[in-house]
Structures are given as C-alpha cells and as structure tokens.
C-alpha cells in the first residue's frame, strides 16, 4: 500500500501540467525559457525602430549607400526564403565587409542554415579546402574574390555560386546574382502568403545547434573550424554589448567596420551592433584617409582593431584629437602602453580584450579602475594593456602551470611573476573543431580551454600575456618575451613596429632579433637602435637584441598579428 507522499504526488499529479523526466521538479515548465539564438535581433530591431539608420557603406562603384533596419531586415528574409526554396543549408561566404556580409549572417541563419565565412586572403588552396571540409553546398562571393574559387569550381561543380556586386543597384539588370537571390526570396514568401518571420521558424532552433564554422588561421597546419553554437553566439555578443559599451540611453552606437567580419564572426559584433540597433559603417578595405574622415564626419562611437591597424592609425597624417570620445576594442595581439597612450591623446579610448577564434574573440577585458587615474601615466597605461578577467558571461579564467601531465590543472601563483597557460572556461568556449574529435580532446584536456599563451596572473586576479609559448626565447638561462621586448622597442622616437624572434646562438642557444618598421619621414639605422637600447631605454641586457633589421613591412596575419613564423622562415633562409 502506498505511503501518505506518494498518494499526494499522485494527487497533484492529475491536478498539475504533464510531467517531463528532464525538468528537476518533475513538470514541464517550459514556459518560462526560450532558445537563445542572435538572429531574433534583427527582427527585433526593425520591430521596434524600422526607421532607424542600420547601414552606411560606400560601394564597389563608389557610391554611399544607407539602409534603415526594415531594409536590413526585409533583404536578411529575402535571402533567408531564398536558399529556404533552393535548399541551400550550408552556406559559405568569401567577401569584405559589405552589407552583403552582414544581410548573409542573418538570412543564412534565420534559413535554417549554417555561415562558414573564409579570409579572403588566404591561399587559394587554403580556400578550397575549408568551403570542401566544410561540406558546403553554396557560397556568397563579392565579385572582387571570384577568381580565387577557380580551381573549387572545377571540383565543385554542384556548388552554387551567389555573386555580390557591391552595388547600390538593388534591381534590375545591373543588380547582379546577390542582389536577384534577395528579390526572389521576397516574391516566394509573397507566393507562400506572406508570412516573413514566422514562416522561417526562427524562434525554433535549438541553442545548442551549430550556427557558424569560422576557421582559425592555419599559420602552421590546415585551418581548422570552429563549431560556433546558437547560444554560445548569443550571449558572446551580450557581452560584447556590455563590455565594450554599446548601449545608449539617447542616441545609437556608430560602429565602423576596420574589423574583417571573417574573423571569429566579426567577434559577434555582426549581432551585438544589431542587438542595440546601432549603425553598421561597412568598409570594404582599412583606409587610414576613410577611416579619419569617417570618425571626424560621421561622428563613429566604436570600431575594433589590433594593435597594428591602431598603431598605423596613430601615425597617419590625418589623425588629430577628435572632439568626441570613441571607445576602441583593442585585441589580436598584445598591445603596448605606448600604443594606449597614443590612442588616449587622440581620444581613441581603449578598451582591452582578449580571446581566440575559439571563443568567439573576445573572452576576457582588462578592466580600469579609477584610482588608475592618479597613477604615473606609464604605470596607468601598463595595468590597461594587461588581458585582464573573463567576461561577464563567461567563467573566470585561470593560469595554470604548464609542466604539468595533461589534463591536470594546476594554477600558478598570483604573483605576477609564475608564468603559466592561460585557459578558459564556460559558455563562450566553441563547441569543438568540426570534424576532428582528436584535436577537439585536446583542446579540452582536463575540461579547459587551453590558449597556448603564455601569462602571469597578477594578485588582483588579471592576467597579463607574456607570449605564445612558442615564441618565448631561452637565452642563457633566461626567458625572454618576445611580446615584452617588442613594446620596449616601440618606445624608440622613430621606431613603428617591431617584430622579435629567436636566432641561434653558439654561447647563449639563442638571442633576440629585431626586425624594425620605421615612421613615415624619419629614418634610424640598425646601429642606432641598438645603442638606443643600451644606453636611453629600460630594456635589460640580456634582451637587447644584437641584430636589428630595418623593413618597409612587417608580415601579418588577416587580423593584424605579427607573421612569426614567416620571421622564424626569414632567419633560417635568409631571405624575405
């Protein structure tokens, strides 16, 4: 016979809603959740201001082009019922960043489909590989890259091509393949009655399916992709809105795209921007001239860049003190307190982050705090250039000992001065690498998220990068920082750039090299840096470089980190 609880249970069982096994209290509430997916802010955005200014772009035939969000929503549709009719799911795309881009981020989604968007700048073999591996069954092309996929189309030929003209032509006959896939998606909803939103099934999903295959960049080996999840993006790009400051109470956010939106998704920014109903400014190129004349004209509140692209800023002759603030989120590679220094006088506020592809970019922020403004300017700009503490949505992050057997996770002290791995944790991690269980397992030994950078962990809990840990050189017993060495040596009065690495050393197993950009007008020789080094700079003696080499560039990657392995290939060859 049963006890007095479980005629209870059974009681309010018929009197309470069906049970679901998965719910902890034993009862669909269901209701109380929904699936988190970014692709719901677009709509959202042209719901409740369709005529708010979403895209601002200069096209391919030069002319200005701007797009209220009803626009931006209603072409995102078009192409969305588009592949919906063709049954196109897996959707690569090899472009810039033009409004194409951006209305393909939200129409391939909201189709049921996956982005698998490429660096354009890659081989044309590394090209390939990543839209095969990724099984893709058509891709989005600005007209400008069409060659690059010559030899994909030959053993591709099923692939469907969808050709972007970057034109202000939206149709007619000059409108171009991008343009007619829109207008042809809007007549087959008309056709099916009209339904839009609703009829794409967007508030369907499940949040932790697959959204995106961005790439990493394949420096070493094949590229490989990142599974990026509904979730994971959405609340990436929530935290971007925080952290990088892109709600306003009166006004809208002005975000200029110096960013490639390849990268990491743009580092959700795509979504973030949208999410707030800010304006897109699309480049199609980093044009230094532009891009001042953008900020001076336009009134820009926010753009993202490496370290590079804002060095390079900093030195064009249009930059001058703006009148108005603009916050820049600055990651890729670690930058230097001189650079944050020259970016504050031009008010060009930065704000450090600090990720990987792997985490949606950025993942971690250095946070200032207000007793930093009555610190010694350089002491002010050296805690700002650290990588600082995870995001809010994420978990914090831990430096962990890196001499340990794998999968044990041991922190190191925080003492800023233990050098350790710096690994993450929690709902901005990807998913996995797509197709490739062994490297995703060890991406994950121990159930972190393992970088690969080298840090310490400072006793107020941040983290401050010390290099790759293949790019720390052993000199003599001491460990040398590239990325250290590199922010002294930008300190010279003529110095651009620099670029550290490790040459062999009979005496010492190794020593630094520098190699050297210089400002546009001045002039250095090797010789002069180097007593620079020795005799005016805080660079210790062990590290002043020996070798100092003056180029006209440095090489980088998409994203405008140093090339270190073509440095590394520079050494051993000798040539360039």
């Given at each position: 016979?049963?006890?007095?609880?479980?005629?209870?249970?059974?009681?309010?069982?018929?009197?309470?809603?069906?049970?679901?096994?998965?719910?902890?209290?034993?009862?669909?509430?269901?209701?109380?959740?929904?699936?988190?997916?970014?692709?719901?802010?677009?709509?959202?955005?042209?719901?409740?201001?369709?005529?708010?200014?979403?895209?601002?772009?200069?096209?391919?035939?030069?002319?200005?082009?701007?797009?209220?969000?009803?626009?931006?929503?209603?072409?995102?549709?078009?192409?969305?019922?588009?592949?919906?009719?063709?049954?196109?799911?897996?959707?690569?795309?090899?472009?810039?960043?033009?409004?194409?881009?951006?209305?393909?981020?939200?129409?391939?989604?909201?189709?049921?489909?996956?982005?698998?968007?490429?660096?354009?700048?890659?081989?044309?073999?590394?090209?390939?590989?990543?839209?095969?591996?990724?099984?893709?069954?058509?891709?989005?092309?600005?007209?400008?890259?069409?060659?690059?996929?010559?030899?994909?189309?030959?053993?591709?030929?099923?692939?469907?091509?969808?050709?972007?003209?970057?034109?202000?032509?939206?149709?007619?006959?000059?409108?171009?393949?991008?343009?007619?896939?829109?207008?042809?998606?809007?007549?087959?909803?008309?056709?099916?009655?009209?339904?839009?939103?609703?009829?794409?099934?967007?508030?369907?999903?499940?949040?932790?399916?697959?959204?995106?295959?961005?790439?990493?960049?394949?420096?070493?080996?094949?590229?490989?992709?990142?599974?990026?999840?509904?979730?994971?993006?959405?609340?990436?790009?929530?935290?971007?809105?925080?952290?990088?400051?892109?709600?306003?109470?009166?006004?809208?956010?002005?975000?200029?795209?110096?960013?490639?939106?390849?990268?990491?998704?743009?580092?959700?920014?795509?979504?973030?921007?949208?999410?707030?109903?800010?304006?897109?400014?699309?480049?199609?190129?980093?044009?230094?001239?532009?891009?001042?004349?953008?900020?001076?004209?336009?009134?820009?509140?926010?753009?993202?860049?490496?370290?590079?692209?804002?060095?390079?800023?900093?030195?064009?002759?249009?930059?001058?003190?703006?009148?108005?603030?603009?916050?820049?989120?600055?990651?890729?590679?670690?930058?230097?307190?001189?650079?944050?220094?020259?970016?504050?006088?031009?008010?060009?506020?930065?704000?450090?982050?600090?990720?990987?592809?792997?985490?949606?970019g950025p993942i971690t922020k250095g946070y200032p705090m207000a007793h930093w403004d009555s610190l010694p300017r350089?002491?002010?700009?050296?805690?700002?250039?650290?990588?600082?503490?995870?995001?809010?949505?994420?978990?914090?992050?831990?430096?962990?000992?890196?001499?340990?057997?794998?999968?044990?996770?041991?922190?190191?002290?925080?003492?800023?001065?233990?050098?350790?791995?710096?690994?993450?944790?929690?709902?901005?991690?990807?998913?996995?690498?797509?197709?490739?269980?062994?490297?995703?397992?060890?991406?994950?030994?121990?159930?972190?998220?393992?970088?690969?950078?080298?840090?310490?962990?400072?006793?107020?809990?941040?983290?401050?990068?010390?290099?790759?840990?293949?790019?720390?050189?052993?000199?003599?017993?001491?460990?040398?920082?590239?990325?250290?060495?590199?922010?002294?040596?930008?300190?010279?009065?003529?110095?651009?750039?620099?670029?550290?690495?490790?040459?062999?050393?009979?005496?010492?197993?190794?020593?630094?090299?520098?190699?050297?950009?210089?400002?546009?007008?001045?002039?250095?020789?090797?010789?002069?840096?180097?007593?620079?080094?020795?005799?005016?700079?805080?660079?210790?003696?062990?590290?002043?470089?020996?070798?100092?080499?003056?180029?006209?560039?440095?090489?980088?990657?998409?994203?405008?980190?140093?090339?270190?392995?073509?440095?590394?290939?520079?050494?051993?060859?000798?040539?360039?």
């Amino acid at each position: 016979m049963s006890g007095p609880t479980s005629r209870i249970k059974s009681l309010l069982g018929h009197l309470g809603p069906a049970k679901d096994s998965k719910s902890p209290v034993g009862y669909d509430h269901s209701h109380h959740i929904h699936h988190l997916s970014p692709t719901f802010f677009l709509e959202r955005a042209a719901a409740i201001e369709p005529d708010a200014l979403a895209i601002y772009h200069v096209t391919a035939n030069n002319k200005e082009v701007r797009r209220m969000y009803s626009e931006f929503a209603d072409r995102a549709k078009g192409l969305a019922y588009y592949l919906r009719k063709h049954g196109l799911k897996r959707v690569g795309v090899l472009a810039t960043n033009t409004p194409a881009f951006l209305e393909s981020i939200f129409g391939i989604v909201a189709a049921g489909g996956v982005i698998v968007p490429v660096n354009y700048r890659l081989k044309p073999d590394d090209i390939s590989y990543i839209f095969d591996f990724a099984e893709v069954d058509s891709i989005i092309v600005d007209q400008e890259y069409l060659s690059i996929l010559d030899d994909f189309k030959k053993s591709h030929p099923k692939v469907s091509l969808i050709v972007d003209l970057d034109t202000n032509v939206t149709e007619g006959k000059n409108c171009g393949p991008f343009n007619e896939a829109v207008l042809e998606g809007i007549e087959y909803d008309r056709a099916q009655g009209g339904k839009g939103w609703e009829g794409l099934g967007t508030h369907d999903i499940h949040e932790d399916d697959m959204i995106a295959i961005p790439f990493t960049s394949g420096t070493t080996s094949r590229p490989k992709g990142c599974v990026y999840t509904h979730r994971g993006a959405y609340l990436a790009a929530m935290a971007n809105v925080v952290e990088s400051g892109l709600n306003f109470d009166y006004g809208r956010a002005k975000y200029l795209w110096t960013l490639p939106m390849f990268h990491a998704m743009g580092w959700t920014f795509p979504w973030a921007i949208t999410a707030v109903r800010g304006t897109h400014y699309c480049l199609r190129k980093v044009d230094y001239p532009l891009i001042w004349r953008l900020l001076k004209e336009e009134g820009i509140t926010h753009f993202n860049a490496a370290p590079t692209v804002n060095t390079l800023l900093c030195a064009s002759k249009e930059a001058e003190r703006l009148p108005q603030a603009v916050r820049v989120t600055v990651a890729a590679s670690p930058p230097t307190a001189h650079l944050f220094e020259q970016m504050s006088n031009l008010n060009l506020h930065p704000i450090h982050v600090y990720g990987l592809t792997e985490t949606y970019g950025p993942i971690t922020k250095g946070y200032p705090m207000a007793h930093w403004d009555s610190l010694p300017r350089k002491e002010k700009y050296d805690k700002m250039a650290r990588q600082g503490h995870g995001f809010l949505t994420s978990l914090p992050i831990r430096v962990i000992k890196p001499d340990q057997p794998e999968g044990v996770l041991i922190d190191v002290a925080k003492d800023g001065k233990e050098i350790g791995e710096i690994v993450f944790f929690g709902n901005i991690c990807c998913k996995g690498y797509y197709k490739d269980p062994e490297a995703t397992k060890k991406m994950f030994a121990g159930g972190a998220l393992h970088s690969g950078d080298l840090a310490v962990w400072h006793p107020d809990g941040s983290a401050q990068i010390q290099d790759r840990a293949k790019d720390i050189i052993i000199s003599g017993g001491e460990n040398i920082s590239s990325v250290a060495l590199e922010a002294m040596l930008v300190q010279h009065p003529d110095v651009l750039e620099a670029g550290v690495v490790a040459v062999p050393d009979e005496q010492w197993g190794e020593r630094p090299k520098a190699y050297l950009t210089v400002k546009e007008g001045k002039s250095v020789q090797p010789r002069d840096v180097i007593d620079w080094a020795k005799h005016q700079s805080a660079i210790s003696k062990f590290m002043i470089p020996r070798e100092v080499e003056i180029i006209k560039e440095l090489p980088k990657t998409s994203t405008g980190k140093i090339q270190k392995n073509v440095l590394r290939q520079w050494v051993k060859t000798g040539k360039k």
